[in-house]
């Protein structure tokens, strides 16, 4: 049976269920590389060159750890999922650069996704790569269709169950896709509501966030994430702030923000990459509405490899601190 | 006398402040750390037990700083708390009106916006230590003076110069320049103030809403130079208040009050007996995994009394006890 790596980084968190749907209805194996580790990190940063973003390194990391395990690497170029949406050029030549910097790397599959070029050139693209497993185009379209299916579902879970990606892909998957969860502890008292926004690949990977959600639920809060809004939840907020999205998974910054900022919770935290400009934009939308509401705190937390697990607990806390104070601040004046 | 003792362990200096029932200042002491917290607490602890009078009862102790955790294991302390929120309190505990705190200490440097007698906003340095104490001490050095004569001498400056001040090898090579150029060394001096102010707000103040009245606390509050170049760049007032060394300290010390007032228990302080107990820390890599975490211990004649570091709660069950 061929064996196909996915490595656990970047659009895994997105795409996951689909990608391995396909793979299985072509025949083929799916091997998915570990959470992510400091010896991945710093193998991956180390093959890079310099300006590369966190979650680009993480990805190289997760490659390296799948080199001897795998006959095929996927690694798709996402140019496009939307129309006149642009993605960042490290998404777009995602597969190239990884030939580049691991050339030791299995053969990889890739797949050109662009929608702009229209459903005829996006079909091709799919019947290319279901080519490596079959010649027959029929067994690729039904392949195709059982992903997207696959796809459908995962959304529809995390939206209607407030699940998070590994919670979802968890309970779809079964459990030996997802590191085991040593934390069952939760708290009965919730203190507040807090709200995440940014990529999957950095709100769920508990290496490079130092556990930020498990930080957030031990402290007694209860953690909503980008996936637990549905698309016309986080469209509209994205209408309302900018207009249009001109960016790729620009609705799980802007439209999370947007949404969250007024939906009277505790308050609202923003993870970004250090060295990414999309982030810095698009974050940079949601810092100013939330100046411009002035009703729910915010604070936006960038992370790189240098990031010291104490800036990242000292800023939680005060956080925290001035939401608990807050709260109580209103219950006085009330009383 | 019931006291509250509060401890703002920094990575530079290490503060205690004693507080009487009525939040009044009994006692307060300024340390510098030197790279060695434990033996700074022990020594910090010891003093104030001279300075405290017989009657005087610590009925609450709370760490805050950098090293709060460690020097919270120590002590035996109530709360332990973030050095953002025992700022923000202590500031507003002598200026109740304060919209903003400056905070610019050895190694970090804070904003705190308060609206109201709430902390709306904060910001903190991130890793680069441009713009803090270091960054002057530093220069202060290389120009063979110390940092009060840089102070005193900044004042005297006539045309300040222009210091590139967002990273300091950057703006030491802009003042090897400028000296040899023939530029007064005032003149320098107040020009790398300027810098530091202007990295300051840049960096850590950047699209803060900063309202008078703006409250400057820590080390750095001492050097008239800077409070200069903060009022002529904000073109407001600038309060510091009498104990702004200390106002961490003091933060956590008001904290412990409430806290105590509150939940009726009795205090877990160890007592000022902990000076004379000698302390082993330690290091040592996890092998539970991939990650090799570095865990740190901390003993007494062998008995582990915390560990911490690490990546997952394997070696953090003594900090819950």
């Given at each position: 049976?061929?064996?196909?790596?996915?490595?656990?980084?970047?659009?895994?968190?997105?795409?996951?269920?689909?990608?391995?749907?396909?793979?299985?209805?072509?025949?083929?194996?799916?091997?998915?590389?570990?959470?992510?580790?400091?010896?991945?990190?710093?193998?991956?940063?180390?093959?890079?060159?310099?300006?590369?973003?966190?979650?680009?390194?993480?990805?190289?990391?997760?490659?390296?750890?799948?080199?001897?395990?795998?006959?095929?690497?996927?690694?798709?170029?996402?140019?496009?999922?939307?129309?006149?949406?642009?993605?960042?050029?490290?998404?777009?030549?995602?597969?190239?650069?990884?030939?580049?910097?691991?050339?030791?790397?299995?053969?990889?599959?890739?797949?050109?996704?662009?929608?702009?070029?229209?459903?005829?050139?996006?079909?091709?693209?799919?019947?290319?790569?279901?080519?490596?497993?079959?010649?027959?185009?029929?067994?690729?379209?039904?392949?195709?269709?059982?992903?997207?299916?696959?796809?459908?579902?995962?959304?529809?879970?995390?939206?209607?169950?407030?699940?998070?990606?590994?919670?979802?892909?968890?309970?779809?998957?079964?459990?030996?896709?997802?590191?085991?969860?040593?934390?069952?502890?939760?708290?009965?008292?919730?203190?507040?509501?807090?709200?995440?926004?940014?990529?999957?690949?950095?709100?769920?990977?508990?290496?490079?966030?130092?556990?930020?959600?498990?930080?957030?639920?031990?402290?007694?809060?209860?953690?909503?994430?980008?996936?637990?809004?549905?698309?016309?939840?986080?469209?509209?907020?994205?209408?309302?702030?900018?207009?249009?999205?001109?960016?790729?998974?620009?609705?799980?910054?802007?439209?999370?923000?947007?949404?969250?900022?007024?939906?009277?919770?505790?308050?609202?935290?923003?993870?970004?990459?250090?060295?990414?400009?999309?982030?810095?934009?698009?974050?940079?939308?949601?810092?100013?509405?939330?100046?411009?509401?002035?009703?729910?705190?915010?604070?936006?937390?960038?992370?790189?490899?240098?990031?010291?697990?104490?800036?990242?607990?000292?800023?939680?806390?005060?956080?925290?601190?001035?939401?608990?104070?807050?709260?109580?601040?209103?219950?006085?004046?009330?009383? | 006398?019931?006291?509250?003792?509060?401890?703002?362990?920094?990575?530079?200096?290490?503060?205690?402040?004693?507080?009487?029932?009525?939040?009044?200042?009994?006692?307060?002491?300024?340390?510098?750390?030197?790279?060695?917290?434990?033996?700074?607490?022990?020594?910090?602890?010891?003093?104030?037990?001279?300075?405290?009078?017989?009657?005087?009862?610590?009925?609450?102790?709370?760490?805050?700083?950098?090293?709060?955790?460690?020097?919270?294991?120590?002590?035996?302390?109530?709360?332990?708390?973030?050095?953002?929120?025992?700022?923000?309190?202590?500031?507003?505990?002598?200026?109740?009106?304060?919209?903003?705190?400056?905070?610019?200490?050895?190694?970090?440097?804070?904003?705190?916006?308060?609206?109201?007698?709430?902390?709306?906003?904060?910001?903190?340095?991130?890793?680069?230590?441009?713009?803090?104490?270091?960054?002057?001490?530093?220069?202060?050095?290389?120009?063979?003076?110390?940092?009060?004569?840089?102070?005193?001498?900044?004042?005297?400056?006539?045309?300040?110069?222009?210091?590139?001040?967002?990273?300091?090898?950057?703006?030491?090579?802009?003042?090897?320049?400028?000296?040899?150029?023939?530029?007064?060394?005032?003149?320098?001096?107040?020009?790398?103030?300027?810098?530091?102010?202007?990295?300051?707000?840049?960096?850590?103040?950047?699209?803060?809403?900063?309202?008078?009245?703006?409250?400057?606390?820590?080390?750095?509050?001492?050097?008239?130079?800077?409070?200069?170049?903060?009022?002529?760049?904000?073109?407001?007032?600038?309060?510091?208040?009498?104990?702004?060394?200390?106002?961490?300290?003091?933060?956590?010390?008001?904290?412990?009050?409430?806290?105590?007032?509150?939940?009726?228990?009795?205090?877990?302080?160890k007592g000022f007996e902990v000076s004379e107990i000698k302390y082993h820390t330690s290091s040592f890599e996890c092998k539970a995994c991939p990650n090799l975490c570095e865990i740190a211990q901390l003993s007494i004649n062998g008995q582990v009394l915390a560990q911490w570091g690490g990546r997952c709660d394997l070696w953090e069950r003594s900090q819950s006890r």
């Amino acid at each position: 049976m061929i064996r196909i790596g996915i490595p656990r980084a970047l659009l895994y968190y997105q795409y996951y269920p689909m990608w391995k749907t396909f793979f299985q209805e072509l025949g083929a194996e799916v091997v998915l590389s570990s959470p992510t580790t400091q010896t991945m990190l710093s193998s991956g940063a180390s093959r890079v060159v310099a300006d590369t973003c966190l979650p680009v390194k993480v990805f190289c990391g997760h490659v390296l750890s799948l080199v001897k395990e795998c006959d095929y690497i996927f690694i798709p170029a996402i140019r496009s999922v939307q129309r006149r949406v642009y993605n960042c050029a490290k998404f777009l030549g995602l597969p190239d650069m990884t030939k580049a910097v691991i050339p030791e790397s299995p053969p990889i599959l890739d797949i050109d996704i662009d929608v702009n070029k229209g459903k005829r050139v996006l079909y091709q693209a799919i019947y290319k790569l279901g080519r490596h497993f079959t010649w027959d185009p029929l067994k690729v379209r039904r392949a195709s269709i059982a992903a997207w299916q696959a796809h459908l579902n995962y959304r529809e879970l995390m939206s209607s169950h407030s699940l998070t990606p590994p919670q979802a892909i968890e309970k779809m998957l079964g459990s030996s896709e997802v590191e085991p969860k040593t934390h069952s502890s939760h708290s009965t008292s919730t203190q507040g509501t807090i709200a995440i926004i940014g990529h999957p690949y950095l709100l769920y990977d508990e290496h490079i966030n130092h556990r930020l959600i498990h930080r957030l639920e031990q402290a007694g809060n209860k953690v909503l994430t980008p996936e637990m809004l549905t698309t016309e939840e986080l469209e509209s907020a994205i209408v309302k702030l900018v207009g249009r999205a001109y960016w790729t998974y620009e609705e799980e910054v802007v439209g999370a923000g947007g949404h969250y900022l007024e939906s009277r919770i505790g308050g609202v935290i923003g993870i970004m990459a250090f060295g990414c400009g999309p982030d810095s934009l698009m974050m940079d939308v949601v810092r100013r509405q939330a100046a411009r509401l002035n009703t729910t705190p915010f604070m936006s937390l960038t992370l790189e490899e240098h990031t010291a697990e104490a800036g990242v607990v000292t800023r939680l806390e005060a956080f925290l601190d001035m939401i608990y104070r807050r709260k109580r601040k209103q219950v006085e004046v009330c009383v | 006398m019931k006291t509250y003792l509060g401890i703002d362990v920094g990575s530079v200096t290490t503060k205690f402040a004693v507080l009487d029932e009525n939040n009044e200042l009994v006692t307060n002491i300024y340390l510098p750390t030197q790279g060695k917290p434990i033996e700074m607490v022990q020594q910090g602890l010891k003093q104030i037990k001279q300075q405290l009078s017989n009657g005087a009862d610590i009925c609450g102790v709370a760490t805050t700083g950098s090293a709060r955790y460690l020097a919270g294991v120590i002590v035996g302390a109530d709360l332990v708390k973030n050095e953002i929120t025992s700022q923000a309190v202590a500031a507003l505990q002598y200026i109740p009106q304060v919209q903003t705190v400056i905070e610019i200490g050895g190694q970090d440097s804070k904003i705190i916006i308060i609206r109201d007698g709430i902390v709306t906003d904060f910001g903190m340095n991130t890793v680069c230590a441009a713009g803090t104490g270091s960054f002057l001490d530093h220069q202060a050095l290389r120009l063979n003076m110390n940092i009060e004569e840089l102070s005193r001498r900044a004042l005297d400056s006539q045309t300040p110069v222009r210091i590139a001040g967002r990273c300091t090898v950057f703006a030491e090579s802009d003042m090897v320049h400028k000296q040899q150029m023939g530029h007064r060394t005032e003149d320098i001096l107040y020009g790398l103030c300027q810098a530091l102010v202007r990295n300051y707000l840049n960096n850590v103040g950047m699209g803060k809403d900063i309202q008078p009245p703006i409250v400057f606390q820590g080390g750095v509050a001492f050097n008239q130079a800077i409070v200069k170049a903060l009022r002529e760049e904000l073109n407001n007032e600038i309060i510091v208040p009498p104990h702004h060394e200390v106002m961490g300290a003091i933060g956590a010390a008001l904290l412990v009050h409430e806290e105590m007032v509150n939940s009726q228990n009795g205090s877990k302080f160890k007592g000022f007996e902990v000076s004379e107990i000698k302390y082993h820390t330690s290091s040592f890599e996890c092998k539970a995994c991939p990650n090799l975490c570095e865990i740190a211990q901390l003993s007494i004649n062998g008995q582990v009394l915390a560990q911490w570091g690490g990546r997952c709660d394997l070696w953090e069950r003594s900090q819950s006890r």
